[in-house]
């Protein structure tokens, strides 16, 4: 997923003293905790089960909603947040702990079964499933929301991996192509069948298929390309009311033709779910800790102030979870920036890796990382530590780092720039970190920020940017499209991944291994064989040093008390959004 | 100066200082008594008057000259009551036709203005409001102290226009300040200025501001204007010209204080102090070239803060050797010379007149 | 008198044509100085890896790999002509002035401006009356009494209100007044015609702090424009007059001293209707300012060029309507 740019961006204009007065305000003292479940409670469990219906729950995000066309959005909590509205042919279980990460059948009956050659991957349809005016949801309507996906030019934020991996040969979506029968790339021999077509056997299917909202059914008559996010049909338990104003935000009522009997991941409880959008974020947090707002959308945590108050007050904690959030933030090293081996493990040896985990908040902001993917990603091993010390209070080992500067062939040093988000106080601490503890051996960095709006699109994701600017080190941060080693690993590895601009493999790492490793996955059927593989390349990225691991971020989420049937979803990262209900 | 008993006993009425006994109302129209007006401020106390004293009779016209600092334009405020009371300090006593004005209320201050004197200031651009038109300021000016129409008022400030000879005054009567040329403008400055009729004028510098030919036309309206109202005239100039056309007498400022005064005659004839010989020998005529011109005052003005020990003149002064050695230590009394011309200098008398006469009259 | 406003009318078109150029010039020309390219700029439009595919159609869809020059004309066009919308499915009219469709929400932005303008107009109209009230008395005061201990107090105060930053301000008034006291409701907006009560009592604080800030400004100005004043000779010939105290200040100082704040407050009344930027976003009030800012953050470029537009166009007119007013108000400007 894309690194929530603007969501953390908010969070550099935090006021220190704010956070002295709502201490003072939330610090209740004497009362007894007897609203908050506990700090951590929605973490492996449900908090406030209850069936409770009526109330309005509201929900904000400090920027704004990416598009809340299904199709088109790629964040986790859009595709959270999308379940509410939308139903697709499978979805993440909304249960707590590991059950969650998995994929599971929503309008279609079961998951997809495949072919003997991975190449065909058919889905039943349930019947009897309705649009929030009543008619009937056919697999023609799969088929076109799929389609839809092809016109990168209309539906430009969503996930691309329908068209680079469906076997529709030249087809450039139903806006330039009107006749859906010329799109093979899926096939509907009946009104409930749904058949997915690949080029190439691929044995994560179902997951591709669950993760996002690209398979929640769009009725061409009914189709307004780019517009149809102001308002899209309803298949969920609730429906549009208005239009949805972006930057404003838009509310949801209940949809009377969906039917709770036949949806086992959502709830239908809140009387109306109101959004606001371009909530301030710290005004946010504010109401968030007083209940007037129940859920912050982005899911990714609270601002500083925020933080202070929430954990220097016990009744305030007791409201809050510190799960990890998904993201690992780790610092790619380009090898065609520095292509030697012994000179990358030179830059891993000498980093501070406790200045750079102290950066990101210490315990409470996350965990020293061992491997490339986050624990939470399915059969994830921790992994050797590579020319480091995945340990608190470990500071670099400058004698190895010499060492690995000497068979370099430079002894003296060297120079390179590194590159961050500048309005990110978290990354630039790492760079400054990084560049204390690598001048240690005359490895001298070059610190240059840059805006989050443009980092992933001009810099960072730019392979000629950073070669022509000698850009050896950057920092970055990544959450799984799912949660496995395809999802996390495929992007920053695959020498196919690597793109002139958007480009995820900042390392440029083409390595045979890997690439052969990942071939062969694709047909490898059995989900712990596959994961062996995925170990496997973690390790290849960490023994080349293209990638030095960092922290596993943590969020400190809050759950006002009045907010019914919490739990962390481990495949979003953050609260799960489809059964939630409040108490008024 | 020297406390008031010390004083010449052998004053003449219409000096400049008086032997009449503080707090009983004078016979004079004007009299000021030992006036001072100091400024405190941050770096000390500015005497700007520190001890005038005069009179003036209805009908006639009092010059003062005087050096920029000189404590002049400081007096006319002063009479005027114009000192704002926070910042400056004023004691003495101003008898204006019985009515005591130091002592007296802002307020009744207030109501003697403009109906008993009035002022025209210097430079009538700046002294009106350019966002109301000569009329209205007129109209204000008058109704202020006087209980009529607007319509009424409007009729007596076209009349007064046109008395201060104003072409076309039911029309100009609507136009705004700098729609006037700059003479138009003083003649409508006197306009307001006379609109109540006041018995004292007071003018600052009122030709300063404009071209010579211009310049002999106010002096003439102020003199035709004066026979007409009968008004007392405080003309305030450093200029000697002006004093020569339009006044009685002459009082010439130094420091704050009255160095010498007389009648028109007696200062421009037979001056008799260095300084009122420069300020003479300073002018420019028009029967002269002007490199003949003698006795330019040298130096600068003295500061207010503090006055040259003694005479505050003798730093300028060419003769201060001649006073056997008293110019730097005592301060000169005013002393009365001939009848109505006192001067203060520590020169013998026949000293200064042989002075005047063999050295500075051949040269103007 | 007309040809006067037509002459400037003209200018102020041809200003804000300027203005739009420059903007795209800024938009395009900048990033490409600092290396980016035309696949970088569709990339921030696209999810995350993007195939060259997708940035082809994304380059296509907002034209991007046109000539500059032609993208310009294009915007020109459809201001001044109108345009069609392709949403992929339907063409939708867009009359003119037609600035675009967000690259971001896919909406008009010409409605979105006119969506936008009356919640700015609500911050700024209230806060101006609350900084012109209060900047101009406390000015006022502080001149007449100067020196005194009011006078310090106060352009103690006002120093501090122009030096503090809105979102400090911002920030802290709403934690304390809402948060912690409670004493309004949190900040919000809805129509004036529907509820004009509630439409005021929900903005008081977003007033009161943009007032601040304002308000300080305009007290320093009052007190100094008095203090000149003051000393003008005018002011001294009104007093000449016997007119009372009370008269010298109120018709003469008074009048005089305010006329340069007119310029003032023209210019920072056009420049806040184009988006009060800072106290929008502290707030959250979804005004002009805050598009804007989305715009700029977002590389929405018909986002920011509809409100540089509209905000170039706010100061230009606001500055037509002083220079008229000034005419109206001091006689030694009016035009014939």
Not at chain 1, 134 to 162: C, M, N, Q, W
Not at chain 1, 377 to 387: A, I, L, S
Not at chain 2, 229 to 234: D, L, R, Y
């Amino acid at each position: 997923m894309k690194s929530r740019p603007r969501i953390l961006a908010a969070s550099s204009a935090g006021v220190v003293l704010l956070g002295l007065g709502l201490t003072a305000c939330g610090g209740g003292g004497d009362e007894k905790t007897a609203d908050g479940a506990g700090f951590e409670a929605a973490v492996g469990k449900v908090v406030n089960p209850s069936d409770k219906k009526g109330g309005t729950l509201r929900m904000a995000i400090s920027s704004d909603i990416e598009s809340t066309d299904p199709g088109d959005m790629y964040y986790a909590w859009s595709t959270n947040y999308v379940r509410l509205y939308s139903r697709m042919l499978l979805t993440y279980a909304s249960k707590p702990g590991d059950e969650g990460r998995k994929p599971s059948p929503d309008l279609a009956e079961g998951l997809g079964v495949p072919s003997a050659d991975k190449k065909t991957w058919t889905y039943k349809l349930r019947r009897g499933m309705k649009y929030e005016d009543g008619t009937e949801i056919k697999a023609k309507d799969i088929k076109y929301a799929v389609a839809r996906t092809f016109d990168r030019a209309v539906l430009r934020h969503g996930p691309s991996y329908f068209s680079n991996v469906l076997d529709a040969k030249g087809y450039k979506g139903p806006y330039k192509d009107k006749n859906l029968d010329n799109f093979k790339g899926v096939e509907t021999p009946d009104d409930y069948t749904v058949v997915f077509k690949l080029k190439d056997p691929f044995t994560e299917f179902n997951e591709l298929v669950n993760f996002s909202g690209q398979t929640a059914p769009v009725p061409q008559d009914k189709d307004k390309g780019e517009r149809y996010g102001l308002h899209p049909i309803s298949s969920g338990p609730y429906k549009w009311e208005k239009d949805y104003q972006p930057g404003k935000g838009g509310t949801l009522v209940p949809n009377s033709n969906w039917d709770q009997s036949t949806d086992t991941n959502r709830k239908q409880l809140p009387a109306r779910i109101e959004t606001i959008a371009g909530l301030n974020a710290e005004e946010l947090d504010n109401q968030l800790l007083k209940g007037q707002i129940h859920v912050d959308l982005a899911g990714s945590g609270v601002q500083d102030n925020a933080r202070k108050s929430i954990l220097t007050d016990p009744k305030l904690k007791a409201q809050a979870d510190n799960p990890p959030g998904g993201f690992h933030w780790y610092n790619p090293i380009d090898m065609k920036v520095v292509p030697n081996l012994e000179c990358r493990k030179a830059m891993v040896w000498a980093a501070d890796r406790d200045a750079m985990w102290r950066a990101y908040g210490g315990d409470v902001g996350g965990e020293i990382a061992t491997s490339i993917m986050p624990p939470d990603v399915e059969g994830r091993e921790k992994g050797t530590d590579y020319y480091t010390k995945a340990e608190k209070g470990y500071k670099g080992n400058v004698e190895e780092a010499k060492k690995s500067l000497a068979a370099c062939g430079k002894p003296q040093g060297f120079e390179t720039t590194m590159i961050y988000r500048e309005d990110r106080p978290k990354e630039k601490g790492v760079a400054i970190a990084l560049q204390q503890s690598l001048a240690r051996v005359n490895i001298k960095l070059n610190l240059k920020g840059f805006p989050a709006n443009t980092y992933t699109s001009d810099q960072a994701g730019s392979p000629s940017f950073m070669q022509k600017n000698n850009v050896g080190i950057g920092t970055f941060g990544w959450l799984s499209d799912w949660p496995t080693g395809y999802g996390y690993l495929w992007a920053l590895s695959d020498k196919a991944a690597i793109l002139p601009s958007g480009n995820v493999n900042i390392a440029q790492i083409d390595d045979p291994q890997i690439n052969e490793a990942w071939k062969k996955s694709y047909t490898t059927v059995d989900a712990a064989e596959r994961a062996k593989l995925y170990n496997m390349i973690d390790d290849r990225l960490r023994s080349q040093a293209a990638y030095m691991p960092n922290v596993y971020a943590k969020s400190l989420l809050f759950r006002p008390s009045t907010l019914n049937n919490v739990f962390f979803h481990k495949g979003f990262g953050m609260y799960n959004y489809s059964t939630l209900g409040v108490t008024q | 100066m020297a406390d008031k008993s010390k004083r010449p006993a052998d004053m003449l009425d219409g000096a400049p200082t008086t032997v009449e006994e503080p707090g009983r109302p004078p016979t004079s129209f004007l009299e000021v008594r030992d006036l001072r007006i100091h400024f405190p401020t941050d770096d000390g106390l500015v005497k700007s008057v520190d001890g005038l004293s005069f009179k003036l009779e209805r009908g006639r016209t009092l010059g003062i000259v005087g050096e920029s600092g000189s404590g002049k334009s400081v007096t006319s405020l002063g009479v005027l009551g114009l000192h704002n009371r926070r910042n400056a300090k004023v004691s003495g006593e101003i008898w204006l036709d019985g009515n005591e004005l130091v002592g007296a209320s802002p307020d009744q201050v207030r109501r003697m203005r403009g109906r008993n004197m009035a002022m025209i200031f210097q430079d009538p651009l700046s002294a009106m409001h350019p966002f109301y038109t000569v009329g209205a300021q007129i109209v204000e000016a008058y109704r202020i102290h006087n209980d009529v129409s607007k319509k009424v008022a409007r009729k007596h400030a076209v009349d007064m226009l046109g008395r201060v000879g104003i072409p076309k005054p039911d029309r100009r009567v609507d136009d705004y300040p700098h729609q006037f040329s700059g003479g138009m403008r003083q003649r409508a400055m006197i306009a307001m200025a006379l609109s109540c009729d006041p018995e004292l004028l007071i003018a600052d510098e009122p030709t300063t501001a404009l071209d010579v030919t211009v310049q002999a036309q106010i002096l003439d309206l102020i003199r035709d204007l004066q026979r007409e109202f009968n008004s007392a005239i405080i003309m305030i100039t450093h200029d000697l010209g002006v004093v020569a056309e339009l006044s009685d007498d002459i009082l010439v400022m130094y420091g704050g204080r009255n160095i010498e005064y007389g009648s028109v005659d007696d200062v421009f004839h037979r001056p008799e102090h260095p300084y009122t010989w420069g300020l003479l020998g300073s002018m420019p005529r028009l029967d002269r070239e002007r490199s003949e011109r003698l006795l330019p005052i040298k130096g600068t003005p003295p500061s207010l803060i503090n006055l040259p020990q003694g005479c505050a003149f003798n730093p300028r002064c060419a003769y201060s050797e001649l006073t056997d050695g008293k110019s730097t230590v005592e301060r000169p009394e005013l002393r009365e010379t001939a009848p109505g011309h006192t001067v203060a200098c520590h020169m013998a008398v026949e000293r200064r007149r042989r002075i005047w006469a063999d050295e500075i009259a051949p040269k103007l | 008198m007309i040809a006067f406003i037509l002459r400037r009318l003209g200018g102020a078109v041809l200003l804000v044509f300027i203005i739009s150029a420059v903007t795209f010039l800024i938009f395009f020309g900048l990033p490409k100085l600092a290396g980016t390219t035309t696949d970088d700029m569709a990339a921030r439009f696209a999810g995350k890896s993007p195939t060259p595919e997708a940035l082809a159609a994304i380059k296509e869809r907002f034209g991007f790999d046109q000539p500059l020059a032609v993208q310009y004309g294009n915007f020109v066009k459809a201001a001044v002509t109108g345009d069609t919308y392709d949403t992929g499915v339907e063409k939708i009219d867009c009359p003119a002035p037609c600035l675009g469709y967000s690259f971001r929400t896919n909406q008009s932005v010409t409605d979105q401006l006119v969506d936008r303008f009356p919640i700015t107009l609500s911050l700024v109209v209230g806060a101006a009356v609350i900084w012109l009230l209060v900047g101009v008395s406390i000015g006022v005061l502080s001149a007449l009494r100067r020196g005194s201990l009011f006078d310090r107090a106060a352009m103690m105060i006002a120093l501090a209100g122009v030096s503090l930053p809105i979102y400090f301000t911002g920030l802290l008034s709403l934690a304390f007044v809402v948060h912690q006291w409670g004493l309004l409701p949190p900040v919000s907006y809805s129509s004036f015609a529907d509820n004009p009560f509630k439409w005021a009592s929900a903005l008081i604080l977003p007033w009161i702090t943009l007032a601040f800030l304002y308000a300080a400004m305009y007290a320093r100005l009052t007190r100094a424009g008095m203090l000149e004043t003051m000393s003008e000779d005018y002011i001294r010939t009104a007093r000449a007059k016997g007119l009372p105290e009370r008269t010298v200040i109120t018709k003469h100082a008074l009048r005089a001293s305010l006329t340069p704040l007119l310029t003032v407050f023209g210019l920072d009344i056009g420049l806040l209707f184009g988006g009060a930027v800072l106290t929008e976003r502290t707030f959250s009030l979804k005004g002009l300012g805050s598009l804007a800012l989305d715009g700029v953050v977002g590389s929405d470029l018909p986002v920011v060029l509809g409100t540089v537009v509209t905000a170039s166009l706010f100061v230009v007119v606001a500055n037509l309507i002083v220079d008229l007013l000034y005419g109206v108000v001091d006689p030694r400007v009016r035009h014939s």
